[in-house]
């Protein structure tokens, strides 16, 4: 299995020796046709429950964000980014401990996730399964889909750098007056879940409300159906000042990446 990179010759990692991470915000307004999304990071789904459907707690109170109270104090968890719920129809019909169980119900949830660096590449399994995946690049570079890990540690390493030089030049990548006390990066890497805007969920069904959840948990991982061709593995990089996450200020970042060139076939 490989990850491809396909892009302009001028830009390709073996003869530039950089690469360009770009924050979802930037991928809803890139010029380029054939890569923008427009609601990059950002969906709404309408989440049907056919017939009786059980629910881990927590995920209830997470899904309705607390506007159903199920007594005992109960707090709905933390999630990064925006998360909104309207409720249509909603039949509660019973409850333990753990589980709520819900009946024939459904209800408009919108996420948005909070603006992060990316970089995105594809998941194939040879070399010529990507020439022509974004018809306007005249070029492609590839790793191992083993070297996913180190990449995503090695592009850590270097946007970390960036950030702590560019705070000393001027050149910045963060809120300047943000202490970088503590400063590490986060990175999460994985295949991008393609999700189409009604989802239905049964007792019956192998996707499941834990699923659903955990699938929006991180919306920098969640894209319509319309975009599955692209066979898209992302890097996702959360910049962290103790439990502080910072923000990017900038549309996207190039990093001098010399030392990754090697990899690249």
């Known amino acids: 299995m490989l990850l ?12 530039r020796k950089t690469i360009k991470l770009g924050t979802l915000y930037e991928y809803r307004k890139i010029e380029s046709a054939q890569i923008i999304d427009s609601g990059e990071g950002k969906y709404s789904f ?18 309705f964000q607390g506007a159903i109270g199920l007594g005992n104090n109960e707090h709905y968890p933390t999630i990064p980014g925006a998360m909104s719920a309207a409720i249509h129809n909603l039949e509660m019909v019973g409850s333990d401990e753990k589980i709520i169980r819900v009946r024939n119900s459904s209800a408009s949830i919108h996420r948005e996730a909070l603006n992060g660096l990316i970089f995105c590449m594809s998941q194939v399994r040879k070399m010529r399964d990507a020439v022509g995946l974004f018809p306007d690049y005249n070029d492609c570079w590839y790793i191992s889909a083993t070297k996913a890990h180190n990449l995503g540690v090695a592009l850590s390493a270097l946007l970390r750098d960036r950030i702590l030089s560019g705070r000393e030049s001027g050149n910045h990548v963060v809120d300047p007056c943000f202490p970088l006390a503590n400063l ?42 319309s975009f599955l061709d692209e066979k898209e593995y992302r ?29 690249a076939l």
């Not at 491809?4 to 390709?12: G, R, S």
């Not at 309408?46 to 899904?63: A, C, N, P, T, Y």
């Not at 962290?240 to 990093?255: F, Q, R, T, Y």
């Open 46 to 63: 309408l989440l049907k429950f056919d017939g009786i459907v059980e629910i881990e707690r927590h995920w209830f109170s997470l899904m």
């Open 4 to 15: 491809a990179k396909n892009c302009f010759t001028k830009d390709n990692l073996k003869t």
């Open 184 to 225: 590490s990066i986060h990175c999460r890497h994985e295949p991008v879940s393609y999700l189409g805007r009604e989802i239905h969920i049964s007792d019956t069904s192998v996707f499941t409300a834990d699923h659903f959840m955990q699938r929006i948990w991180d919306m920098a991982f969640v894209k319509p159906p």
């Open 235 to 263: 890097f996702s990089f959360t910049i962290l000042a103790g439990d502080k996450i910072l923000i990017p200020i900038v549309d996207n970042v190039i990093l001098s990446a010399e030392k990754l060139a090697v990899w």
